[in-house]
């Protein structure tokens, strides 16, 4: 079975704060997602990559940064946390089309 | 552009019974469609896909989706609802003529299945 791991399930940081969500997935998988979800807006796409080092910008790729040093790694940063980015973030794996998810970050920012 | 809607919030079924859950898409290409299903406090679980073939898409815990070209939908369906199908069901798409990687998600349809 695909594992997708997250290194948080809760976040909690002040406004300003740099942070940093880490997702790591064991199945080789080339394409990797970073998604934050919302009531009554669903998954909406931050950035996502399908090789290492490259990386595309999703739908709301303002205010956030990845990293992807690794095939099996993908990072999320938060350049300096505001309270708006208070969310559900939900990172993906895929080889071709089915995408498996990790158990989620839900971070809060005060 | 690529967009998914689910037209109801919330459906409401009595266990024993048929459940539908509703998706209609848009995409320039040819759509490659997904439902997911979500667990309070988890992450989301692939259920099924359609990428070409039948129309009729078998996937897990018994649930089935019908792809409608003519009417852009691809509709969730379980011929008998379980309590344990109570959960947070999301469609996606992506257009699979484009290479994009990007995927579109629904806003959401929460199943609650009455005992």
């Known amino acids: 079975d695909v594992k997708v791991t997250q290194s948080s399930r809760y976040l909690v940081k002040r406004t300003g704060e740099k942070v940093f969500l880490e997702c790591v997935q064991d199945?080789?998988?080339?394409?990797m997602f970073w998604y934050r979800q919302d009531p009554g807006l669903g998954l909406r796409l931050i950035y996502f990559s399908y090789d290492v080092k490259m990386k595309e910008k999703g739908d709301i790729p303002e205010g956030y940064s990845v990293s992807r040093e690794k095939k099996e790694r993908f990072s999320l940063i938060l350049e300096s946390a505001s309270t708006n980015q208070t969310s559900m973030y939900l990172c993906?794996?895929?080889?071709?089309?089915?995408?498996?998810f990790g158990p989620g970050t839900r971070l809060t920012v005060t | 552009a690529q967009s998914v809607a689910q037209p109801e919030d919330q459906v409401n079924v009595a266990e024993g019974n048929p459940l539908t859950v509703k998706c209609t898409y848009s995409?320039?290409?040819?759509?490659?469609l997904f439902w997911y299903v979500q667990y309070p406090n988890r992450g989301l679980q692939f259920l099924l896909k359609?990428?070409?073939?039948?129309?009729l898409v078998k996937g897990s815990y018994g649930f089935e989706a019908e792809f409608n070209k003519s009417q852009t939908s691809f509709h969730l369906k379980k011929p008998s609802a379980l309590v344990s199908d109570s959960a947070l069901y999301f469609c996606a798409v992506r257009d699979g003529a484009s290479g994009t990687y990007k995927y579109i998600f629904g806003t959401g349809t929460r199943l609650k299945v009455l005992a």
């Open positions: 995409v320039s290409g040819n759509p490659y």
């Open positions: 993906a794996s895929s080889l071709w089309v089915e995408q498996y």
């Open positions: 199945m080789d998988h080339e394409n």
């Open positions: 359609y990428i070409t073939g039948d129309n």
